[in-house]
């Protein structure tokens, strides 16, 4: 009797044991399945954008790869002068000479030493007809997100007489502990991020662990992987450049830059 | 029952985790890895249709590069950087003298009663200098009341008229807009003012005498 309740309770141990082995096993089939699709969809996207690019640069007269560093210091000088008859400030990038600068009417009135960049490989492998028709001409932001408000702005409330005036005391601009970090896209279908980091160090523990407001975007990447797995339709590859600057300088063009701005890069 | 419970979750967790990681950081990477396009750099010399030669392209650079360095102006200009409350004085290619100053604070002043509304902040863009004055006398504007919760008083009122406010000089730039001194010096480097810059004594004069009437004044 005893023996018998023994063997019972074991079956239904190893029951229970085998239940979850099956659902281990089919629970991983399935995400091994889905991640494969979507890797899928992925790559296919990637080479869509490249097909895309090429599309767009062709009829253009084929590079000299010899003078390819002559051609894009040309096309940066031009662009520049293009962005100097606007009246508002524009922002120029040299990635060769880790240099970001803000014009105005041709005259840079800030520059900043970059601390560290990183490109996507669509810009490393992009032959030349496809990197003068991105970059041969000033490009357009259209669209602006940043970690700390761009331009804040107080209202407040006229006192109705002077002893009210008199209670409203003036305090001193507190310095938060601000994560800067901003983000804009171009008409030309792709990102350019910048980070406020005062070391190398830093910047590359802000971006691996991602907190605050990179953190928000990481979320919301996984919301629109999962949304495309359900789908089962291709997720969207924008190329993206990210540029570490020092905080205060991340901060300042960010407030200097007009919306729509125009911007210059040189890769 | 808790066990099972447990294993299941950890089963769950570990599955989301991959796929988080997944998404993350092994798609991107054979994203990238999946690029066909030869490199900028790469190529065969000598290519391309031969309408362009390295003589022509030097020369035309030259030619930009000059283009370019004519918007500099070649008498003195000042540069003023809201954000950070910092102005940087030139005179041409070289950078003079620079410190702190006080820009606009970024408010919009509603008074209810009076149904009106005054913005303070400083404009950015390319400004030039309008008029320069010694021992300026501030003709206060009508905020001014406002702001205090005093009744504003006629046009041409005495107590319109402040000296000594505005320090020792004052640089006029347009619609309301100066550079000029202060008596709120423990303010300087904050973006406290109605939408001029202000700037210490010794600072001011040597803007005072630097600039001259026309010079540039680039705000961002």
Partial sequence: MKDH?????????????????IFAVIFFIVIIGLTSVYTYLSIGVVRDRMQVAKSQAEGTAPVDPSLIDLMKEKAWIESRLKMAASDSVGLSIDLEEHM??????????MKSKIRDFSTSGFF???????????????LTIEKFESSIEKNPFKV????KNEAE????VVKKDSVPDENVFWTVKFDRDFELNIQGIDSVAESQKKYQLGKGFEFERDLKNIASSFEHILKFSKPVYTPEILISIPENEAKSILRALPRKALVTIKI | MIRTILIYLTILVVGILFFVSMVLFAIPALQESTLVLPGISHGAPG????????????KDINKLQAKLDKFIPTDAYIIINTSENHFYLYKGKELIRQGLCSTGKNERLVSEERKKEYVFYTPQGVKTVKGKQKNPVWAKPN???IEEGLPIPPPGDPSRFESGTLGAYKLTLGDGYMIHGTIYKRFIG???THGCVRMLDEDLEAVYNTLQVGSKVYIY
């Fill in chain 2, 143 to 145: 905020w001014a009341f």
């Fill in chain 2, 47 to 58: 290519s391309g249709d031969g309408s362009v030669d390295q003589a022509s392209l030097e």
């Fill in chain 1, 124 to 138: 490393r492998r992009m032959d030349g007809n496809v990197y003068f028709n991105m970059f041969g001409s000033p």
């Fill in chain 1, 5 to 21: 309740s023994g063997e019972g309770f074991e079956s239904l141990f190893e029951k229970k044991r085998n239940g979850v082995k």
């Fill in chain 1, 165 to 168: 005036a008199e209670a409203a």
């Fill in chain 2, 190 to 192: 904050q973006s406290v």
């Fill in chain 1, 156 to 159: 407040v409330i006229a006192p």
């Fill in chain 1, 100 to 109: 970001i600068q803000l014009e105005l009417k041709g005259v840079v009135v």
